[in-house]
């Protein structure tokens, strides 16, 4: 089946510092990747929509100068973390999709753990 | 407003045995995709089971049925044969068609716990 690899799983992080999680679906191309933040036990909140060659699409709330978003390529997307602070610390987690329209499983990533210190 | 209700925070079954995972929706898409996954607690998101919003007979996978009652908006898990190793967060997700955007969006997830 398809894979979604995320990296790093774990990072710790000085506040005031800015963090960068990769997104690569390794055996097929995504021309849409969704980015999720997780509150412990809590749901996936969907903070962004990122578009292969295109601007992201960020969903209500979620600041996008703060969440800096990049689809370079088919198979990379990297989320990007600016100026963290402890309050950013979650459970980030992407998924992109093998199908068209409403159809089409969405395989995750492991997730990234961020910890602000 | 809630576009997935997911009401059961927690639920135990006995091992062996079978139990529903409840989920509802709401959308004013026609065309809408269903799905399920299981978060164990090292964090990944593994899909369960999909059923498009057109297609007539529940889905099943193994172990797992979508008991889908479109009129009533509901999409209920049910896992047949519990295993300890079923335990685990269980979430109900929704994709809507071109008015949602296509995206995914959960359920605030159940926590399963099967009994030995």
Request: aromatic fraction near 12%; include cysteine; charge should be positive.
């Amino acid at each position: 089946g398809a894979v979604v690899s995320q990296h790093p799983s774990r990072v710790i992080c000085k506040s005031g510092t800015s963090v960068k999680i990769e997104c690569r679906s390794l055996d097929f191309q995504a021309t849409t990747m969704f980015w999720y933040r997780q509150f412990p036990k809590q749901s996936l909140m969907l903070m962004a929509t990122s578009n292969e060659g295109s601007k992201a699409t960020y969903e209500q709330g979620v600041e996008k100068d703060k969440f800096l978003i990049n689809h370079a390529s088919l198979t990379l997307s990297t989320l990007t973390v600016t100026s963290a602070h402890p309050e950013d610390s979650s459970f980030y987690i992407c998924s992109a999709r093998d199908g068209f329209g409403t159809g089409g499983k969405a395989f995750f990533g492991q997730g990234t753990r961020l910890t602000v210190v | 407003a809630q576009k997935i209700t997911q009401t059961q925070p927690g639920m135990f079954v006995q091992e062996k045995e079978a139990v529903t995972l409840d989920c509802t929706y709401d959308t004013s898409d026609q065309s809408y995709g269903l799905f399920w996954y299981k978060q164990p607690s090292s964090g990944e998101m593994i899909f369960l089971i999909y059923q498009g919003s057109y297609d007539e007979q529940n889905a099943t996978e193994g172990r797992y049925s979508l008991n889908f009652q479109k009129a009533r908006k509901s999409a209920n898990l049910v896992i047949s044969a519990s295993q300890l190793g079923d335990s685990a967060m269980y979430f109900c997700a929704m994709r809507e068609g071109l008015t949602g955007g296509f995206k995914t969006i959960f359920g605030a997830g159940t926590r399963l716990f099967v009994k030995a």
